[in-house]
């Protein structure tokens, strides 16, 4: 895809989070908000599928060559993503036992893989 380096990484990022966000509408889930930031962090979509709200970290990878995108997603960015969501939960109007699952859709090459519940708020 030609216009997919225009902007650089964020650029990239952007692109492949609208078709993740897309993606995940067509299965169902309802988009509530996207690159939500926070001095703490950043999450990418925030949705909900049925009653349960998700933070949805999307990652993309061109080739196999850099790895499965879901690596990328470390501890440390899961302590980032999860404090980013009480903050959104806080600003938002949501209660603390609002039912709340941390997925991960990850793209290689043109694959779409949800992941859901990839990790926990512990």
Avoid at 7 to 15: A, D, S
Avoid at 75 to 102: D, S
Wanted: proline share 2%.
């Amino acid at each position: 895809m030609a216009n997919e380096h225009r902007g650089g990484r964020r650029g990239v990022g952007t692109l492949w989070e609208e078709r993740a966000a897309l993606w995940l509408t067509e299965k169902g889930f309802r988009i509530l908000d996207r690159n939500y930031y926070t001095r703490r962090g950043e999450i990418d979509i925030v949705a909900t599928e049925g009653r349960v709200l998700c933070f949805v970290e999307v990652k993309y990878r061109r080739s196999s060559g850099s790895g499965d995108p879901a690596e990328a997603v470390t501890l440390k960015k899961q302590r980032r993503i999860l404090e980013t969501a009480k903050i959104w939960m806080l600003v938002h109007g949501f209660p603390e036992e609002t039912p709340l699952r941390f997925d991960v859709v990850a793209i290689l090459g043109g694959n779409y893989r949800l992941i859901r519940d990839a990790f926990r708020a512990e």
